[in-house]
């Protein structure tokens, strides 16, 4: 079996689709890093002219000021005890960036290879997995090199079970080559540090409400762990649904394309019909789950992160077993 | 008693509700190269993919060393090695990583296995190239050493031929030939072009829209001889070779008429013509081809 996920890695690697992803990945980062940088910059000049240069260049000011206002509203009798937890988040984070003499407006690295993420979970990373996964079983029917594995003394279910394994193994890697692209591109335009800082997370959603009170910091870097870790799971949805329509279409071009208007279509489904209730069961609307530890993010009033996680999971068995049936009983015509 | 290497029996398929196979029997021991034969469109292809477990029959059994394919697929396939129409590889690899990729799949097959069957087909020179930069002839060459890796007892080739030159085809029966006699492996070989089934298989099988309509040794059919007459009174000459032999002849046109007639009876029977009157022109024996029996049995399928 090993053998057997060892052919199916060589053949994507030979087939470039690896290195396609990494080119991708380079240029919109170095355009991500450079915009962000510049976007920076401007905010940084706006402040300057309406607060005044003193004020900002002097940002050390500014968060003590900030501190104080936070500490009388923790002590102040009228305060809703909900909001405090997240109020003393918000305190300790201050403390932090004077302490590191870290400018809270500055990006940082650990940062920005967090925020790519972030921004790239619900469509350019599902893209970067469907060009690996769109081929890698369409790709065989296409060449006429199905036939050739499929009379090795080897049953169907292993050689499909070994493509399976493979592509899992290789989101991964497309996952570590984005971290590694981001923080090393983005060091470039806003320094090398930042993994220590502390981040907010522990949000929940309890009916229509954002509860903080369990709001906790963690440093950046187990942050960035927990959106990669989301991240890589949606690479196994995405994945797993990609191999299913790569299983059932006989062309590469195809696979990708049904794959890609899915992705597509079904993002600006939940931009438009959002009241439309079976929009929430598309797998597509519930890939955004880095924004549920952020406590930023409903797509449609109702979804929380077990929501998304759950509708995900049955989405990807269901696309195993129906790939798996499908691969068995198929006829090879081709 | 060693089962038949393969053995197929009442073999049917439809595809879309159109019987594209309607039963077919056949057995295959070791050594024997059976030539499967028919035109385009016949089937050929249809009942190779049934063989390795490509597609399932619609009825019958295929069974290979006694393995039946549906029920015990690896231990049947362990026996093959096949070509089915043509013998696409990976064109992104080279020739020797695309036959490594294939003996990782098979536990059996060693690094030198490899290269001897690379040795085999002549491909040394160029087996570290590209897929993509070979020849028809050179992948049809890959093709085959990829089918032996295995040391297979039953070896079934697809149209093989297709896209070889004359010396490759030379070549490529004598590979097949030998194969069979000094490893003992049972070769099925599908084809259209039948002067090189007569030269290279020891039976026939001819297919025809899904059935088989002829099977027969090379040998016997090269045996039986067709005579050639013409005479002044072809009715009369065609109904003494019914009423004393029981042969039927064929009139072809005018004064010519044709019977397949054993050898030592031709002198027989022109001397009866003679004694009954009959002016004999000439009378020759006519070597029976593969391809006049093939066209004979086909005739009219292409343009149906
Ligand atoms: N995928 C398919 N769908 C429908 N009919 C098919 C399919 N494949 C083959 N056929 C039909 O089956 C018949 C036999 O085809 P095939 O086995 O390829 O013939 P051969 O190999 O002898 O040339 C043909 O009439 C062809 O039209
Ligand atoms: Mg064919």
Redesign the pocket.
Known sequence: MLRLIENEVFKIIFKKRLLIVFGILLVLITAFAYGQDNSLNRTKARLAGRIGITASTDWKKLCEQQIIDLKNRLESPYGHEEDKPATRVRIEQLQYYLENNINPLDSSAAKFTTQFMEQSIFLFLPLLIIILAGDIVSGEAANGTIKLILTRNIPRWKVLLSKLAALLMLEIIVLLMAAVISAAVSGVFFGYGGWTAPVATGFRVIGDRLETLGVVNVPQWQYALMVYGLAYFVSIVVGTVSFMISVLVKSTSASIGVMMSALIGGNFLSHFMSDWKITRYLFMVNLRLTDYLAGSFQPVAGINMAFSVTVLSVWAVAALAISFVYFMRQDI?V | MQPPVLELVDLKKN??N?E?IRGINLTLGPAEILGFL?P????????IRMIVGLIRPTAGSVKICGYSIADDFIRAMSNVGCIIESPEMYKFLSGMENLRQLSNMDKRITRQRVDEVVELVGLQKRIEDKVSTYSLGMRQRLGIAQALLCRPKLLILDEPVNGLDPAGITEFRNLIRRLAHEEEMAIFV?SHLLSEAQLMCDQVAIIRQGSIVKTATVKDILNTETVEWRLDNPVKAARLLKEKWGIEALRENGNTITAAVGENRLELINQVFVNEGIELRYSIPRQNTLEDMFLDLTEGDEIA
Not at chain 2, 40 to 47: I, L
């Open positions: 015509l | 595809i879309k159109k594209i028919g385009n469109g016949a089937g050929k292809t249809t009942t599908s």
